[in-house]
């Protein structure tokens, strides 16, 4: 660390609790944090450093003491813990791109996708005039929407989802506990003993999480023996490739606990935000009922012509990215970044979260301005260095393509069929907009709208 701490800023004049982007920030900084190096990057130029020119090299996984799969032979089948790009974790990425994101494999489910969110819209019907946790409501159509296509069944009744969210509480859970600070991670030497029980406590909820579908793999593979199986889904997949059922948890927790938490959160941000911004709200109705005019029943192809809520779904992404600093990367070796050196095993972090708030990329960055990206063909599929959301090179998030799909479905569809009042009578301005960081971007105070059904 000796030969390149001398470049790194302190941050001293950055404060996180005012969440303004600092203009004498170092685009690229370092901490050191018991025995590890930790460099943020926090500029388009130092994202292009390390997700293209050193792609490769930067391409390893921090993987924390507290994820259960760390150093265990689950590793074979985590998607996003793997602490390598090797033949394991390019074989699983490829069976996850042909059999759940390609093109074709999305298009074949859109039924189901619009299915699902028309369940919601006839439940959310029942309950107008009632106050409602849009999070709650979301997270449970989303998973529901992923379920379907692993395992082919729902996991969550909308009903018991509103009267008990045991199953988001799971999620939220293991989410957060890998993003809780952990001794072990600074002191390496320290992780077996797990002295906070971070991994104790992560091993616990992701064995609850796993139990639900786990008599499902059971019978499958009993139906299996029998040559009585006739599903057709993502479960059968695995099966044909000889996944074990550990390894299959590991995938589905991955999968169901990353897939439904980044969408809701991104979808209850986009509502916030419409509720806060009306002339933008009336925009995104007057859309959807030109396209419309025929028909009540919204698909998704639809969605694809219609500008101003994908450009909507764009502003969310960027005041709000479901990763602020994307999933911590790792130096298979020491490499030089801007002329600075990089050590073997450092972590890096992108923060993507102050790129997208920078005012000398970005015009008033701190104001919902859909209309920016109505003149722009800047995309979030990671050709774009100012832009992303969803990151890039080697560890680009692999569900894109399904979430570039299900989050316009769904904010469409609420948006469509209701009108929406705060609880109290409460003014919209006083909506509180507070961020939670951590691995995802959560409101701190749930979204509590009242729907009321429009004609």
């Known amino acids: 660390m000796a030969s390149h701490r001398k470049y790194f800023s302190n941050r001293k004049n950055a404060s996180h609790n005012s969440y303004k982007f600092c203009k004498n ?39 924390p003491n507290a994820v259960r799969s760390k150093g265990s032979d689950l590793e074979k089948t985590s998607l996003g813990w793997k602490s390598e790009c090797d033949s394991e974790w390019r074989y699983l990425r490829t069976l996850c791109r042909t059999e759940l994101f390609a093109g074709k494999v999305l298009e074949s489910q859109a039924c189901l996708r619009e299915k699902k969110v028309m369940e919601l819209v006839e439940f959310l019907r029942s309950k107008e005039g009632q106050v409602v946790n849009i999070g709650e409501l979301v997270f449970a159509t989303v998973l529901n929407m992923l379920s379907n296509v692993l395992i082919s069944k729902d996991m969550i009744n909308l009903k018991e989802e509103t009267e008990d969210s045991e199953i988001k509480s799971l999620v939220r859970g293991i989410v957060e506990v890998g993003s809780v600070p952990n001794i072990s991670d600074y002191y390496p030497i320290l992780g077996k003993l797990d ?3 971070l991994r104790k406590k992560s091993t616990d909820l992701v064995t ?33 490739n000889g996944f074990t059922n550990d390894h299959i948890n590991q995938l589905f927790m991955e999968l169901l606990s990353a897939g439904s938490d980044t969408s809701t959160s991104t979808i209850e941000w986009a509502m916030a935000e419409l509720m806060k911004n009306v002339e ?45 600093l994307l999933l911590p990367h790792r130096a298979i070796e020491t490499c030089q970044v801007m002329s600075y050196t990089i050590p073997k095993d450092a972590q890096i972090l992108v923060n993507v979260w102050a790129i997208t708030r920078d005012p000398l990329i970005w015009e008033e960055p701190d104001m919902f301005r859909p209309q920016r990206f109505l003149s722009s063909d800047m995309d979030f599929k990671g050709n774009d260095f100012e832009y992303l959301p969803f990151g890039t090179g ?50 701190k105070e749930p979204l509590l709208l009242i729907p009321k059904a429009r004609k």
């Open 280 to 324: 933008s709200m009336k925009k995104v109705q007057e859309e959807l009922e030109i396209e419309l005019s025929e028909s009540d029943y919204l698909k998704e192809s639809q969605l694809l012509q219609m500008s101003y809520i994908q450009a909507c779904v764009k502003e969310t992404l960027r005041l709000h990215p479901p990763g602020p």
């Open 208 to 240: 609850k999480f796993c139990s639900i579908w786990e008599p499902i793999i059971e019978e499958r593979r009993n139906n299996r023996e029998n040559d009585s199986s006739s599903q057709q889904d993502f479960l059968e997949t695995l099966l044909d």
């Open 394 to 443: 080697r560890r680009i998030c692999p569900a894109l393509p399904m979430a570039a799909i299900k989050i316009p479905l769904v904010l469409a569809s609420l948006v469509h069929f209701f009108d929406w009042e705060l609880p109290c009578g409460k003014c919209p301005v006083e909506l509180d907009m507070t961020e939670k960081f951590g691995v995802t971007l959560q409101k």
């Open 195 to 197: 002295l906070q029980g």
């Open 25 to 63: 920030l170092c685009p690229l900084i370092s901490l050191r944090l018991g025995t590890q190096c930790l460099v943020v990057g926090s500029s388009p130029s130092v994202a292009i450093e390390i997700f293209k020119t050193h792609d490769r090299i930067l391409s390893g996984r921090h993987v």
